[in-house]
């Protein structure tokens, strides 16, 4: 099976098309419309398939000329999440971009600790096993993102 982690030298300018037409979709579905925050913020975390702190993406919205605060950042991200257009890796308390091209979904995110690249796996198997664990153990389940930590192949390599 090929790496789930975009090459290096892919040509990146298609994940953010895809992914900005995703969440226009998404948005419009909802009947939602993109706060200027909310874009400055889904742009930043758009630049690069790594994960970013919210100071992280105060300091990329700086470099383009715009000052936010940090919770003002925060409430965008808790928007776009809603949205299932950006994702929280709980663990590292960062956020990253959606690159699927799927709709909805309850990813399984692959983060490298090396690179702190996050590639996306939805499988299906995963998700029914994580529902059905959770039925039987009477666990009410809110949402099923699941976190697995590793080293890309670049970074093995
Ligand atoms: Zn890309
Ligand atoms: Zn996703
Ligand atoms: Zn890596």
Redesign the pocket.
């Known amino acids: 099976m090929a790496s789930l982690f975009p090459d290096i030298k892919h040509s990146h300018h298609r994940c953010v098309k895809s992914a900005k037409l995703r969440a226009t979709k998404l948005a419009e579905e909802s009947g939602k419309k993109f706060g200027a925050n909310q874009v400055l913020v889904f742009d930043a975390l758009l630049q690069s398939h790594q994960a970013s702190s919210a100071y992280e993406i105060v300091e990329s919205v700086a470099k383009n000329g715009k000052r936010l605060q940090a919770v003002q950042v925060y409430r965008a991200l808790e928007t776009l999440i809603k949205m299932g257009i950006v994702?929280r890796i709980q663990s590292m308390n960062a956020y990253i971009a959606?690159?699927?091209d799927e709709e909805h979904?309850n990813?399984q995110l692959l983060f490298c600790s090396s690179c702190k690249r996050v590639a996306?796996l939805t499988s299906p198997t995963i998700s029914e096993l994580i529902s059905k664990t959770a039925e039987q153990t009477q666990f009410k389940l809110e949402y099923g993102l699941v976190e697995l930590v590793g080293l890309c192949p670049e970074c093995t390599g």
Do not use: D, I, V, W
Request: with cysteine; proline share 14%.
């Open positions: 994702h959606c690159t699927s979904h990813p996306e």
